[in-house]
């Protein structure tokens, strides 16, 4: 069965600071994988999507990017962090019709 | 736009009472339906699924039925328990080719269930 880790489970960053979440990958190869965010309140909003190393596509224009250097790791990234990018952020992996989420990680933005 | 619908952001219920949780869907394309559990500051789990050739699945408590014609479907939970108190996310998918299986969430409903 397919395992997500995703650190660090908790960051607060200053504004205009850099940002790199990690997510990898274990139990299986070649995965569709997925970076959501929740906001407050809010629902999951998909930010990011890759069906392979090196494709990535993006669901809504923002602050963000993300990268798939290897076939089972997923970063998203930031350059200058915004007050607006604060929330929860989930990474996720295709399994079979449904996915499997990593544990998140709630990031701060001060 | 949203392909899948939650209305309701909330719902208390009693314990030992029933809960249904409900999802409309606008996408004719969606074949297959889940519904996810999510504790705060912890990713969504799996609860229960449902193919579009059934209108019914039963898993111990968990129920979801489909009813295609109407473009909903609904989650019962009964008994319902304390525990059972988190956020639930309604999610659809069509065919692979269509859409590479990526799934389509709701906004989620927030149960509560009171002792």
């Known amino acids: 069965s397919q395992t997500i880790h995703q650190w660090p489970a908790t960051l607060v960053q200053p504004v205009g600071s850099p940002l790199s979440l990690e997510c990898t990958v274990e139990?299986?190869?070649?995965?569709?994988l997925y970076w959501y965010r929740q906001a407050a309140g809010r629902g999951l909003q998909l930010l990011f999507y890759?069906?392979?190393?090196?494709?990535i596509s993006s669901e809504v224009p923002q602050n963000l990017s993300a990268s798939r250097p290897q076939d089972r790791q997923f970063i998203l990234s930031s350059k200058k962090l915004l007050l607006s990018d604060s929330g929860f952020y989930l990474c996720?992996?295709?399994?079979?019709?449904?996915?499997?989420f990593g544990s998140g990680t709630r990031l701060t933005v001060v | 736009d949203q392909q899948v619908k939650q209305n309701s952001p909330s719902l208390s219920v009693q314990e030992g009472r029933i809960s249904i949780l409900n999802c409309d869907y606008t996408?004719?394309?969606?074949?297959?339906f889940l519904w996810y559990k999510k504790y705060p500051a912890e990713g969504p789990t799996f609860l229960i699924s449902?193919?579009?050739?059934?209108d019914k699945n039963e898993d111990g408590r968990f129920t979801v039925f489909l009813n295609k014609s109407a473009k909903h479907l609904s989650l019962h939970i009964v008994p319902s328990q304390p525990g059972d108190s988190a956020v639930y996310f309604c999610?659809?998918?069509?065919?692979?080719?269509?859409?590479?299986?990526?799934?389509?969430f709701g906004r989620g409903t927030q149960l509560t269930v009171w002792p």
């Open positions: 996720a992996c295709q399994n079979g019709y449904g996915y499997t």
């Open positions: 139990g299986t190869s070649n995965p569709n």
């Open positions: 890759s069906i392979g190393i090196g494709q």
């Open positions: 996408n004719s394309m969606f074949d297959y």
């Open positions: 449902i193919s579009s050739i059934k």
């Open positions: 999610a659809a998918s069509a065919p692979r080719g269509s859409t590479l299986g990526r799934l389509y």
